[in-house]
């Protein structure tokens, strides 16, 4: 059974870190593009960042940009999600994706759309407030 589990998520200060993680189990992530996507309460699900089968490839939102990392480890079976100097806007439940085999990371128009995942992970919140 394909299953997505993320964990990491937490209640961190405005400036700081946290790392979130997702393991796959069922299937190898060596063949897959992974992603992140976040959604805060009364808005849209958003993509956040992605990363290509190799790892030689990834993409990010504008606003997490210079901020947040992704990488993988396919020994692990795991993907990555460092993300640096938090902002309160950062406030979401953040999903990991798996997404279809029909496109590329660098592409953005396939990276930023949801309905280019085919498996969600359950999601783990991430609260920045002082």
């Known amino acids: 059974q394909l299953q997505l589990v993320e964990s990491g998520g937490g209640l961190v200060q405005p400036g700081g870190s946290l790392r979130l993680s997702c393991a796959a189990s069922?299937?190898?992530?060596?063949?897959?593009?992974i992603g992140w996507f976040r959604q805060a309460p009364g808005k849209e699900r958003e993509a956040v960042s992605c990363i290509s089968s190799s790892g030689r490839s990834t993409n990010y939102a504008d606003a997490v940009k210079g901020r947040f990392t992704i990488s993988r480890d396919n020994a692990e079976n795991t993907v990555y999600l460092q993300m640096n100097s938090l902002k309160p806007e950062d406030t979401a439940v953040y999903y990991c994706?798996?997404?279809?085999?029909?496109?590329?990371?660098?592409?953005?128009?396939?990276?930023?759309?949801?309905?280019?995942?085919?498996?969600w992970g359950q999601g783990t919140q991430v609260t920045v407030s002082s």
């Open positions: 994706a798996l997404y279809n085999a029909w496109g590329r990371c660098s592409f953005s128009p396939y990276f930023s759309s949801a309905d280019q995942v085919d498996y």
């Open positions: 069922g299937f190898t992530l060596d063949y897959a593009t």
